[in-house]
């Protein structure tokens, strides 16, 4: 699985990540918000948000690279309704942006009115997404903390109201559905809830937990699916041969050594036969950690897979699209982000590579804390944008994301390993400079608001 790398390898220049310009801009306008939602990184440890506006000149300095721009999303951690300038930002950047190119960010909702709606239409928005966790109004309240499911249903007529009040409008309303444990199964309620009130699509994310106790709240597996693959494939061979693999019992080499009688004959098949499901993986370069493949809750699992067909269907029969993400993270990994030509800018100028590296926190992958410090490339107010994305050190490092051939952390039975947890990462076991192989987006786990 591992090559060894060097500055313009493998990746295929026809790659947005290699082209002379970034396709899509994420840019940080505010991160001021009027809501306190408990899954929101500026609530995580070691967060290091503050509160702050991007500054006009910020904003002029990114214009070089509107032209070239198949999205703008005017949104990173904050309520982008809440900056001074955001529309004169969005008639700005559709002046200049191509025509079938679009400008759109995430919203609460919280602050539009009838007016607000009619100005954003007017100035030329493109996309909104509202963040809908369920339509049971205890839940909603609970995971959006200060806002309402009224507060909602108002957002989305007033929007409504404003498209159907201009014919020339290509406002796309959507709705952002973050899956938990104690929502996942509203899923299937807030598609048709949204779908009635205009809503043209949905996205549906699972949740990323920044403290402990967020663990508890996931309602994703945590071991890859072509693990999985092979841990069911043997599993079932075992049952017909009458064994349990969850007699698995990995002190039994010691126990060989000490008091060979004491250990089963049961086990010590059991055994025998994960050390060749082990092999098996290993030749076929997919990380396995059987203890967590022992500990996977199955029924969770069939649980929020059969919970997603249904939104599924409920979506082709309201007529609205749905993107879900997957309930066993990708072997086959991709970064949604590097991929498709995207750079990010933070309210301050700085210029980042993807979600995953845009801010400094701390969050949680499986049972193990991750300090997650930003990846910085040049400021904007500097250095012009378009030569921070040229720079050499910005394309090696698009260059190798596109390859992605990075370790996985969250399946390596000896993780978390003293490379992944220091404080300042330089590399990971197959030497590789970016962190990369812990990133849930590119396990297709978390989405936003991009395509």
């Known amino acids: 699985m591992h090559d060894s790398r060097s500055a313009g390898g493998m990746a295929s220049t026809s790659s947005p990540a290699l082209r002379e310009y970034p396709s899509k801009l994420f840019v940080e306008s505010t991160t001021f918000c009027n809501l306190r939602c408990p899954m929101c990184v500026k609530q995580a440890a070691d967060s290091k948000v503050v509160d702050a506006d991007m500054s006009q000149q910020t904003f002029a300095a990114l214009e070089a690279a509107f032209p070239f721009l198949e999205s703008l999303v005017l949104n990173g951690i904050g309520e982008p309704l809440m900056h001074p300038h955001i529309l004169e930002w969005i008639r700005r ?14 919203s609460n909702g919280l602050m539009l ?12 928005l493109d996309r909104i997404c509202l963040s809908v966790d369920g339509v049971k109004p205890e839940t909603f309240s609970k995971v959006r903390k200060g806002e309402d499911l009224s507060d909602m249903d108002r957002a989305f007529r007033v929007l409504r109201e404003a498209r159907q009040g201009q014919s020339e409008c290509r406002l796309r309303i959507g709705a952002e559905f973050v899956a938990m444990r104690e929502n996942f199964r509203q899923l299937p ?21 920044y403290d402990i106790s967020g663990i508890a709240q996931t309602a994703y597996d945590n071991s890859i699916d072509a693990a999985v693959e092979i841990y069911q494939r043997w599993k079932r061979q075992m049952e017909a041969d009458g064994l349990d693999i969850k007699a698995y019992d990995y002190m039994v080499w010691e126990k060989e050594q000490v008091l060979p009688r004491t250990v089963d004959p049961q086990v010590r098949k059991v055994n025998q036969m994960v050390g060749r499901m082990r092999a098996e993986a290993r030749k076929k370069d997919i990380f396995m950690d059987v203890m967590q493949l022992l500990r996977r809750d199955e029924a969770m699992v ?17 007529g609205i699209e749905i993107k879900l993400p997957v309930v066993t993270p990708r072997y086959e990994r991709e970064c949604p982000f590097v991929t498709k030509g995207s750079a990010f800018i933070s309210w301050n100028g700085d210029v980042h590579p993807c979600y995953y590296l845009w801010h400094h926190y701390r969050c949680w992958v499986n049972d193990w804390d991750r300090l997650v410090k930003p990846k910085v490339f040049g400021n904007v107010n500097r250095q012009p944008l378009l030569d921070i994305w040229r720079s050499e050190d910005f394309r090696i490092f698009r260059e190798h994301v596109v390859e992605f051939d990075y370790p996985y952390c969250s399946n390596c039975g000896v993780a978390p390993c003293d490379l992944v947890q220091e404080e300042d990462f330089e590399q990971d076991c197959f030497t590789n400079p970016e962190p990369c192989g812990s990133c849930l987006w590119a396990m297709g786990l978390l989405q936003c608001l991009q395509d």
């Open 93 to 106: 950047a559709r002046q200049i942006m191509p025509d079938n190119a679009w400008v759109g960010f995430q």
């Open 189 to 209: 309620d807030t598609v048709r809830w949204v779908a009635e009130r205009g809503a043209d699509f949905v996205i549906v994310s699972h949740a990323l937990p």
């Open 302 to 318: 069939s649980a929020v897979q059969e919970v997603f067909e249904e939104a599924r269907q409920v979506a082709a029969a309201m």
């Open 113 to 124: 009115d009838r007016s607000l709606a009619d100005k954003l239409v007017d100035a030329g």
